[in-house]
T-cell receptor, first 113, second 114 residues
């Protein structure tokens, strides 16, 4: 079967660093994506990892370890505007060679002043 | 310019009614999707079309029928609406159906069935 696990909620302080973990179980792993969704808004793309290692984009970084079926999103210098839900999604091609995104349930990030 | 647009943004209707949600993308993408996001924020893929052809059809009641008149449009028609259909429906598009293509989401349509 296919499954992704991520914490339902994480709380951090403004200016701090927070890591949101994602573990996955799929049969045809292709890559791990992260999306951000503010309350009332639409998911927006943050990052994509196809290979092992760390990808950095400004204050956000994403890490992948394919051997451990594990990835994380690292947010540095947290700002209040980073309060949102963060979804990991795995690109899988188990079914009929059509790639589709398998989504985690999302992690609600709460930032306190 | 809005990349992926949906109408309406809000839809309130009675049980048993039939309603449609429209989606258009001006990104020149080949693939479009419909997602349902429930109150617990879980994103569930419903359908995916590639160049007007259905490629993903998850376990969705046949009251839901997607239609793609061209690759820039993917509409969703729902018959005999039920209370459990209340959710936010997102349309999305990507360059293609494979590889590492980023999905671009519309603003969502909040459907409330009374």
């Amino acid at each position: 079967g296919q499954s992704l696990e991520q914490p339902s909620e994480v709380t951090a302080v403004e200016g701090a660093i927070v890591q949101i973990n994602c573990t996955y179980q799929t049969s045809g792993f292709y890559g791990l994506s992260w999306y951000q969704q503010h309350d009332g808004g639409a998911p927006t793309f943050l990052s994509y990892n196809a290979l092992d290692g760390l990808e950095e984009t400004g204050r956000f970084s994403s890490f992948l370890s394919r051997s451990d079926s594990y990835g994380y999103l690292l947010l540095q210098e947290l700002q209040m505007k980073d309060s949102a839900s963060y979804f990991c999604a795995v690109r899988d091609h188990e079914r009929d060679s059509n790639y589709q995104l398998i989504w985690g349930a999302g992690t609600k990030l709460i930032i306190k002043p | 310019d809005t990349a992926v647009s949906q109408t309406p943004k809000y839809l309130v209707t009675q049980m048993g009614n039939d309603k449609s949600i429209k989606c258009e993308q001006n990104l020149g993408h080949d693939t479009m999707y419909w997602y349902k996001q429930d109150s617990k924020k879980f994103l569930k893929i419903m359908f995916s079309y590639n160049n007007k052809e259905l490629i993903i059809n998850e376990t969705v009641p046949n009251r839901f029928s997607p239609k793609s008149p061209d690759k820039a449009h993917l509409n969703l028609h729902i018959n005999s609406l039920e209370l459990g259909d209340s959710a936010v429906y997102f349309c999305a598009s990507s360059h293609s159906s494979g590889g590492a293509d980023t999905q671009y989401f519309g603003p969502g349509t909040r459907l409330t069935v009374l």
